[in-house]
């Protein structure tokens, strides 16, 4: 299983901006930051912003915010909101299935506790949980130009 680069990126940015501390960092610092093309990030952002995670404010004095409390947001959600198909295989959505042998197959099942075991500890952890001291993150990023 590998979560797409989107999750990924989304991940990282929620991750900077509730390091830094600053509000208002651009979408172009973030993707300064990242090595990641502009016009992916501005895709990410507007999900995040469209979840209500962050706020993005364009012109003088916008940028990016958090719009919650990292003890508010939960793994597990955030994947699910932007991974909303992640299914393991095939068979696991009934819509799409193209296996003959889903209905007798115990793969499904055990891939399908994988799959819950996977969600349970992303449920269990917020993104408070993933932080360390104050900047350690930012730190290790390259300084956007100004």
Do not use: W
Not at 52 to 70: D, N
Request: hydrophobic fraction near 45%; aromatic fraction near 4%.
């Amino acid at each position: 299983m590998q979560l797409t680069r989107h999750t990924d990126i989304a991940l990282r940015v929620l991750l900077l901006l509730t390091d830094t501390g600053v509000d208002g960092l651009t979408a172009e610092q973030v993707a300064t930051r990242f090595r990641v093309n502009r016009n992916h990030l501005a895709k990410v952002v507007q999900a995040l912003a469209r979840a209500g995670y962050i706020q993005a404010k364009r012109g003088v004095g916008g940028g990016l915010t958090m719009a919650r409390a990292p003890e508010e947001i939960n793994l597990g959600d955030v994947v699910r909101q932007l991974e909303p198909e992640l299914d393991l295989l095939d068979c696991f959505s009934p819509k799409t299935s193209t296996c003959p042998i889903a209905d007798a197959c115990r793969l499904q099942r055990v891939l399908g506790t994988a799959m819950a075991a996977f969600f349970s500890i992303l449920d269990q952890t917020t993104l408070a949980d993933l932080m360390g001291p104050q900047g350690e993150l930012t730190r290790r990023l390259v300084a956007p130009k100004r």
